[in-house]
């Protein structure tokens, strides 16, 4: 004899009363935030000293002097730094979130047993060149002396070192690079690019922030490719594909969630940083939030100005979150759930 289910008790008037307003309530204060920049933007400065006016064409007449004024007389000081927010951000991302990918793919599926003296033999290399450019060496006479230096020394110690590190001990190593505050290496990174001519470039941008992105796509694909069955991949390498097959036609189309929303991820942290940009930019490769900041600075908190870069600074953001919604519900839980 079967069990009949029982029906759900129906949800009293009073408790959908209260959800609604609490779920109301929320959006409010999430949203009005963004209205009260829109509406800034469309304000004469008289307009926004005058008091809360909040609704157009009741409160006050909508004008847009302010978009005129950042798109037409500061197009220059505009653009530029636009451009150079999306074109850093976007090929910044895109190459840690490859690169990432692969690296957390392989945490995932191969088992690392790196010798810890070769670990502590690369960076003491890895030391020794930088010590060599600081000292106007050149960078590929620092580069190579620093190889051959390591090369030699391990040779000659590597049966002393046994101890060797795990795919965990690997995957902390990298997190713990994003844990370090900027701010700690920044110097040294100006350094860095002093040396190699590559201050006030794109360049230097795209791979500062492709090093500091990179730990937060490994360490979150590699929990989302460790969710996915380990079987799919032994049944196609028993068919005999390749791993370079198994990884592009079998791992990556059910990882496109984790995928879109680390690379969201990434993206807004690459959107919106400002340390580096400020200590590795003047003038040709100066991003937009060093311009809302030099905005501020120079001209005092102009808010009907203000206001018109912040919303073409976030609006791209939430537009790409919003297309990408249906993937974003999945990959916001990349890893919490395995099989």
């Known amino acids: 004899m079967t069990r009949r289910h029982a029906r759900p008790r129906p949800i009293p008037a009073a408790a959908r009363v209260a959800t609604y307003l609490a779920l109301g309530t929320w959006t409010f204060v999430v949203l009005f935030p963004l209205y009260w920049l829109a ?97 106007n060496v050149p960078w590929p006479a620092a580069a190579l002396g620093a190889a051959a230096l390591g090369a030699g020394a391990w040779r000659a110690a590597r049966a002393r070192f046994r101890r060797a590190a795990s795919n965990e001990d690997i995957a902390f190593w990298m997190i713990s690079q994003r844990i370090l505050p900027p701010v700690a290496v920044v110097i040294p990174v100006y350094v860095l690019f002093q040396r190699l001519h590559l201050l006030d470039t794109r360049t230097a941008l795209v791979i500062t922030y492709v090093a500091s992105n990179l730990p937060i796509v490994v360490w979150l694909m590699r929990d989302y490719f460790r969710s996915l069955p380990v079987e799919l991949e032994e049944c196609a390498a028993v068919d005999g594909a390749s791993r370079y097959r198994i990884f592009w036609s079998i791992v990556l189309p059910p990882s496109a969630p984790g995928l879109v929303a680390t690379f969201l991820f990434v993206l807004v942290f690459a959107w919106n940083e400002y340390l580096f940009a400020l200590f590795l930019t003047s003038a040709r490769a100066q991003t ?52």
Do not use: C, H
Not at 71 to 92: C, G
Not at 305 to 322: D, E, G, K
């Open 39 to 135: 509406v800034t933007s469309l304000k004469n400065p008289i307009d926004v000293f005058s008091g809360p006016l909040y609704v157009p064409f009741v409160d006050f007449r909508p004008t847009l002097s302010a978009w005129r004024y950042i798109f037409v007389d500061l197009r220059n000081d505009t653009l530029r730094p636009y451009a150079n927010t999306v074109i850093v951000a976007t090929v910044s991302s895109v190459i840690a979130l490859v690169a990432g990918s692969a690296a957390a793919y392989g945490l995932a599926r191969f088992p690392y047993r790196p010798r810890v003296g070769a670990i502590l033999l690369f960076a003491g290399s890895l030391a020794v060149a930088v010590v060599a450019l600081s000292l």
């Open 288 to 339: 937009l939030p060093l311009t809302i900041a030099a905005q501020n600075a120079t001209r005092g908190p102009q808010w009907w100005y203000m206001s018109v870069l912040i919303l073409i600074m976030i609006v791209p953001v939430i537009a790409m979150a919003v297309a990408l919604e249906r993937y974003m519900a999945r990959g916001l839980l990349v890893g919490a759930v395995k099989g």
